[in-house]
T-cell receptor, first 117, second 107 residues
Framework: DAMVIQNPRYQVTQFGKPVTLSCSQT?????MYWYQQKSSQAPKLLFH???????NEADTPDNFQSRRPNTSFCFLDIRSPGLGDAAMYLC????????????????FGPGTRLTVT | KNEVEQSPQNLTAQEGEFITINCSYS?????LHWLQQHPGGGIVSLFM???GKKKHGRLIATINIQEKHSSLHITASHPRDSAVYIC?????????FGTGTRLQVTL
């Protein structure tokens, strides 16, 4: 089945040690999103890619970076994780086309739960 | 005031009950999404609405664009429906999320 896959599902990293989270999709969607969700809170958009165009949210810390080497894969890099970065990180994709104002469903991955020790 | 407000925040129901979750928003939108999240899990898209009503199994979603209001109904609720239900509104390519309604359905 076509889907959004996130690896790993659980990641433990040390304070200050760089970590990379992975997302892949078989839906051939051109938009990919990274969200951060802390306990009992709504997901917060960090950034999204519209094809290769990177769109950063104004309040996303510089500590968070992203790469999208091709349509299928997108990575979230946390350069120096702090204790406050412990959260669930959700990847989502959407088939929204270029220049359209139409709305498309977002398909979410299962998430990666990051623990910072 | 949040751009997306959900009510109630928490809801407990007995198996078989009819459930309604409400969502109000204050911004212009191109669509409204209802999402489901099980504890510790990822998010599943239930509905995307821009007008009217949609039905999928025991779930029904309605939207009134003029009143900026949407409802999610669950008929004949079951314990497996226990989850957090999130309303999210879409403008351009971005979603703005409500804080969710935590539903617990007991036997």
């Amino acid at each position: 089945d076509a889907m959004v896959i996130q690896n790993p599902r659980y990641q433990v990293t040390q304070f200050g040690k760089p970590v990379t989270l992975s997302c892949s999709q078989t839906l051939n969607h051109n938009v990919m999103y990274w969200y951060q969700q802390k306990s009992s809170q709504a997901p917060k958009l960090l950034f999204h890619y519209y094809d290769k165009d990177f769109n950063n949210e104004a309040d996303t810390p510089d500590n968070f970076q992203s790469r999208r080497p091709n349509t299928s894969f997108c990575f979230l890099d946390i350069r120096s994780p702090g204790l406050g970065d412990a959260a669930m990180y959700l990847c989502a994709t959407s088939g929204q086309g270029t220049g359209t104002s139409g709305s498309y469903e977002q398909y979410f991955g299962p998430g990666t739960r990051l623990t910072v020790t | 005031k949040n751009e997306v407000e959900q009510s109630p925040q928490n809801l407990t129901a007995q198996e078989g009950e009819f459930i309604t979750i409400n969502c109000s928003y204050s911004v212009g939108i191109s669509a409204l999404h209802w999402l489901q999240q099980h504890p510790g899990g990822g998010i599943v898209s239930l509905f995307m609405l821009s007008s009217g009503k949609k039905k999928h199994g025991r779930l029904i979603a309605t939207i009134n664009i003029q009143e900026k209001h949407s409802s999610l109904h669950i008929t004949a609720s079951h314990p497996r429906d226990s989850a957090v239900y999130i309303c999210a509104v879409q403008a351009a390519s971005k979603l703005t999320f409500g804080t969710g309604t935590r539903l617990q359905v007991t036997l």
